[in-house]
């Protein structure tokens, strides 16, 4: 396996430049606060809920990481960024805590590794994603990794790219199952082989936040090479008809509600035929030079955990011979130390890749199977060699009011305390219940996801004790959302629950699908057919009046304050 650098370059030097000639025109007072706002955000620079610091966003298109990139990482953690990052459910890659003075030096040695924050925030065609099994998984038809990437330079530094009406979303699928959730994307592009031709299932429109839309099939099969033609059309109906007054109600699916399917559609053939007429160049997918995996690394002996842990975290591929390991991230979060670790490891193990998942997690593909004890001891030296991937215990949050503007509660502290409540599983008579997907957002705007999940929360507040009374931190449930062959569907809205109490209650939920399911059903398939009056019955006591006490937040010492200002997703 070659040590030379192999994923693709995404950055440029003029970009950093040019936001270093906005921020001295901001500070000279050439430039108002609106306006460098506005621009800062399509630079991947977003405001926290502290003065004085940003979040920075690097974009990682379809989650596709090297050593180069982790090493950056691992530096940019370390000097301006208290030694740690978040991934994100979008194959991002986040620093917080930055101080504006050193978001250039950030971006630079982002760009040395060939990463971007362009368009990574703000009105503008975010990160596109991709399945982070598309090249290895049996049910995928092909990878979509080349047309992914080809159209990730096609809107990269687009005219319209960064000038649109609102953010807009692009996923690609390796299968019907809709791995990287398509439906919930602004465009959604699924895998399929028809008559020996490679092609997409396009979906169209759909979105979260707090009024999430289920995409509609705008085509079911078209050729690969006209994806970008798809897209452009897409981006300028958007670009057109998209809300510009109301920045709450600018996502395309509102275009999609106002104008109704069939008139959606009709602008879409008319804006389509221009795009057409144009003759512009098909979608050509971008190969990139393919490296040989790694000779086995075979171990005299085996870690302690070995064999759970390869039950656990390790898929094999439809390559003979070759696995694909799962590195679970608690919350997304990995420190500097770990960036470099994973970076070592790659040019150890597999073919020097890795994938960041839509789950918060990395996955490591063209591990030898000899090589399975031996990478599993150097994870385990890492912190990396966790269970529990993709379970009740794996929970998404969003970063919630530890660093939001927007979130009303501490939505990453219940996430830690379901995941610390059900390490008890044994104890708790839930031993085997395991394949739920559990997602938190700190408000109801669903950077959690919430809606798509088995069990979703999302945080809210209620006067106790009378209007006059303490606000108290609660979450509404969320049951039976997902995302698959059929498409997206909502959890329904089933009751609020008091903050403290939550790690409670989904330990009494899980108990009434341990109950009350049906021989063989799933998690999943219990709470979309689940009748809520049984659940709210099975809650029983958790529901009970508000008790000194209920008006501190999780993880939280002091009484709980609504602290909301105005968030940055919109500006």
């Known amino acids: 396996m070659s040590d030379a650098p192999f994923l693709p370059k995404f950055s440029k030097s003029s970009d950093i430049d040019e936001f270093v000639g906005k921020l001295d025109a901001f500070e000279r007072g050439e430039l108002s606060n609106e306006a460098f706002r506005a621009f800062r955000l399509t630079r991947g620079v977003y405001g926290q809920r502290q003065d004085g610091v940003q979040m920075l966003r690097v974009k990682v298109p379809l989650g596709l990481l090297g050593k180069e990139q982790l090493d950056a990482f691992a530096d940019v953690a370390d000097t301006y960024a208290r030694g740690h990052g978040h991934i994100t459910t979008r194959q991002n890659l986040q620093f917080h805590f930055v101080q504006m003075s050193d978001v250039e030096a950030a971006m630079r040695r982002c760009d040395e590794a060939g990463l971007t924050t362009r368009e990574a925030c703000g009105n503008s065609v975010r990160n596109v994603i991709a399945c982070e099994n598309a090249e290895i998984c049996d049910g995928a038809p092909f990878d979509v990794t080349p047309y992914a990437e080809a159209l990730v330079r096609y809107f990269l530094r687009h005219p319209l790219a960064a000038t649109l009406p609102r953010k807009f979303k692009i996923a690609f699928s390796g299968c019907a199952d809709d791995c990287a959730r398509g439906a919930i994307n602004d465009l959604g592009f699924i895998a399929q082989v028809r008559d020996g031709q490679i092609g997409f299932r396009v979906m169209c429109a759909g979105g979260l936040s707090s009024s999430p839309q289920a995409a509609i099939v705008l085509h ?75 000779p086995p690394v075979e171990s005299a002996s085996r ?152 069990i979703g929360w999302h945080g809210g507040a209620k006067h106790a004790f009378g209007k006059d009374g303490p606000s108290v931190p609660t979450y509404q449930l969320h049951l039976g959302g997902g995302v698959d062959a059929r498409g997206a569907r909502f959890g329904r809205q089933v009751v609020k629950i008091t903050a403290s109490r939550v790690p409670d209650a989904v330990v009494a939920l899980l108990r009434v699908y341990q109950a009350e399911r049906s021989e063989g059903e799933s998690v999943a398939a219990f709470f979309e057919r689940v009748d809520p009056k049984l659940v709210v019955a099975a809650l029983g006591a958790l529901l009970r009046p508000y008790e000194a006490g209920d008006e501190r937040d999780i993880g939280e010492s002091t009484g709980f304050l609504v602290e909301t200002r105005d968030g940055e997703c919109a500006a």
């Open 220 to 294: 079911d099969f078209v050729p690969a090479a006209d994806v970008s033609r798809v897209g452009e059309s897409i981006l300028r109906l958007f670009d057109a008809l998209g809300n510009r007054t109301n920045k709450q109600r600018a996502r395309l699916k509102y275009v999609l509600r106002k104008l109704g399917e069939e008139q959606f559609r009709a602008k879409y053939t008319e804006i389509r035929a221009a795009v057409d007429a144009e003759a512009r160049a098909d979608l050509v997918p971008i190969d990139s030079p393919k490296r040989e995996p790694a």
């Open 303 to 454: 870690a302690d955990g070995y064999l759970a842990w390869r039950a656990d975290a390790v898929v094999l591929q439809k390559q003979e011979g070759y696995a694909a390991v799962h590195v679970r991230l608690v919350l997304g979060d990995i420190t500097s130390s770990q960036m470099r670790g994973l970076g070592s490891i790659l040019g150890k193990f597999g073919d020097g890749s890795a994938r960041i998942t839509v789950d918060q997690n990395i996955l490591i593909p063209w591990v030898h199977v000899k090589s399975l004890p031996a990478i599993h001891a150097e994870l385990a030296l890492l912190g990396l060699a966790q269970l529990g991937r993709n379970t009740a215990s794996d929970v998404v949050s969003c970063p919630g009011a530890s660093s939001c503007n927007l979130a009303v509660t501490s939505s990453r502290a219940l996430a830690t305390a379901i995941t610390d409540r059900l390490a008890q599983a044994d104890a708790l008579g839930l031993a085997g219940v395991h394949d739920a997907t559990i997602k938190i957002s700190g408000c109801p705007h669903s950077c959690g996801q919430h809606h798509v999940a088995d």
